[in-house]
């Protein structure tokens, strides 16, 4: 009888238990998405350009993200620090090295506030 009651409690605790999240970067390669994680690198382009690239953590399998940014956004952001960003997501299959890459919806560049935000 334990058993069973057990096994009920099972049931009703699992089909209580909320989905789970949509894995964001999905197999279409081109997606749009709000992606969160850490980030790992800051490198700015040499002057004259006016882009930074910033590269960081994303949720499987996008695992490697990197998004141009200007400059002048970047400087709020800080290796090991967190970003939340939403965008175009693509990848190239071919390139096999399972890097991301997360554009901006509009403009040129993702954009602090628009696109992106660093913690």
Not at 63 to 73: A, F, G, I, N, T
Request: charged residues 20%.
């Amino acid at each position: 009888m334990r058993f069973l009651v057990s096994m009920f409690l099972l049931l009703v605790a699992t089909g209580a238990a909320p989905a789970p999240p949509r894995a964001a970067c999905a197999d279409d390669y081109v997606t749009v998405e709000t992606i969160r994680g850490t980030i790992l690198e800051i490198k700015p382009a040499p002057e004259p350009f006016k882009t930074t690239d910033i590269h960081f953590s994303g949720p499987h399998p996008c695992e490697h993200m990197w998004m141009q940014v200007l400059k002048s956004d970047a400087a709020s952001c800080r290796v090991g620090g967190t970003i939340e960003a939403t965008g175009v997501v693509t990848a190239d299959a071919e390139a096999g090295d399972n890097n991301w890459d997360m554009g901006p919806t509009k403009n040129d560049y993702m954009t602090l506030g628009e696109d992106f935000h660093c913690h």
